[in-house]
């Protein structure tokens, strides 16, 4: 059965950094795409970055140009590069993973029916 690790989760002030990881284990097939989502205390889940196995990203407008997703397929494993962060980015971070099939349409996806498979989270907080 997949399963999905997030870390890299932490407490920074505004305009600072973060990494965050995931990795895969258990599973066989492919992972068609993974992505990284987001929930804030009050709020729904949303799409934070995602990219496919061929390297195509796609990225929420309010990251774009501020967080970069990446993946080592070698390690079965997709970083999150979180830059110039706002103290309204404090969220639960959550890794997702579509296994199986191929990405179709537009790729990757961003919305959560298209995902599978869900990592337990992990925290980032922005202080301003």
């Known amino acids: 059965q997949l399963q999905l690790v997030e870390s890299g989760g932490d407490s920074v002030q505004s305009g600072g950094s973060l990494r965050l990881s995931c990795t895969a284990s258990g599973y066989t097939g492919i992972l068609a795409f993974m992505g990284w989502f987001r929930q804030a205390a009050g709020k729904e889940r949303e799409g934070v970055a995602a990219i496919d196995r061929d390297g195509r990203t796609r990225y929420a407008d309010s990251v774009a140009g501020r967080f970069t997703i990446s993946q080592d397929n070698a390690k079965s494993t997709v970083y999150l590069q979180m830059s110039s962060l706002k103290p309204d980015d404090t969220a639960m971070y959550y890794c997702?993973?579509?296994?199986?099939?191929?990405?179709?349409?537009?790729?990757?996806?961003?919305?959560?029916?298209?995902?599978?498979?869900w990592g337990q989270g992990t925290q980032v907080t922005v202080s301003s």
């Open positions: 997702a993973a579509h296994l199986g099939g191929a990405c179709s349409g537009l790729c990757p996806p961003l919305e959560t029916p298209h995902f599978n498979s």
